[in-house]
C-alpha cells in the first residue's frame, strides 16, 4: 500500500472501501480484508485512511472474455 502524494491526484477519484463496497455488493469489512491481503492495491491518506482508486475497481468489475 502506498501514500497518496500530490502525483497521485489526479483525475481518477479515490474511493474509500465502503464506496467499493458498494459498487462491488460486498460488505466494506471484505473490500478491507482484500486490500490487506494484497488482492486491490491501494493508498493511505496522511490521516491513515485506505483510499482505493475508481479505475482499479471498475478494472476488477469488468467480465474477463
Known amino acids: 500500500m502506498s ?17 467499493v463496497a458498494r459498487l462491488m455488493r460486498v460488505d466494506p469489512k471484505t473490500v ?3 486490500v490487506g491481503a494484497g488482492r486491490i492495491p491501494a493508498m493511505k491518506t496522511p490521516g491513515g485512511h485506505v483510499r482505493i482508486r475508481r ?11
Not at 55 to 65: K, M, N
Open 3 to 19: 501514500r497518496i502524494t500530490d502525483d497521485a491526484l489526479d483525475s481518477d477519484p479515490l474511493l474509500t472501501p465502503s464506496e
Open 32 to 34: 478491507t480484508r482484500w
Open 55 to 65: 479505475s482499479v475497481v471498475l478494472e476488477l468489475l469488468e467480465p474477463r472474455p
